[in-house]
């Protein structure tokens, strides 16, 4: 029951990342459109630390859920 509670939230973490990550790259692609070199840079740099990372480390959670579940069914 606690792995798919864990695998649950990684999920909605998963979502929640994602979204706000694909709003601030096309905010940067505009104002890179706009001239804004500095801003779009700092904008992606803060997006890639605060939504992409994330977004990766909660894949990584699932597959090691997913290899945890696979050990434990191989044990029953």
């Known amino acids: ?10 999920k909605k973490s998963d979502f ?6 694909i709003l601030l790259t096309v ?4 104002l890179c459109y706009y001239g804004q070199w500095v801003m779009a840079f700092v904008t992606m740099f803060i997006n ?3 939504n992409f990372y994330p977004v990766i480390l909660q894949r990584m959670h699932r597959a ?3 290899r945890m579940r696979a050990i434990l069914e191989r044990r029953r």
Request: aromatic share 12%.
């Open 64 to 66: 090691r859920t997913a």
């Open 16 to 21: 929640g990342h994602l979204i706000p990550f």
């Open 48 to 50: 890639v630390i605060f």
């Open 1 to 10: 029951a606690g792995l798919d509670t864990f695998d649950a939230n990684t």
């Open 27 to 30: 905010i940067s692609v505009v």
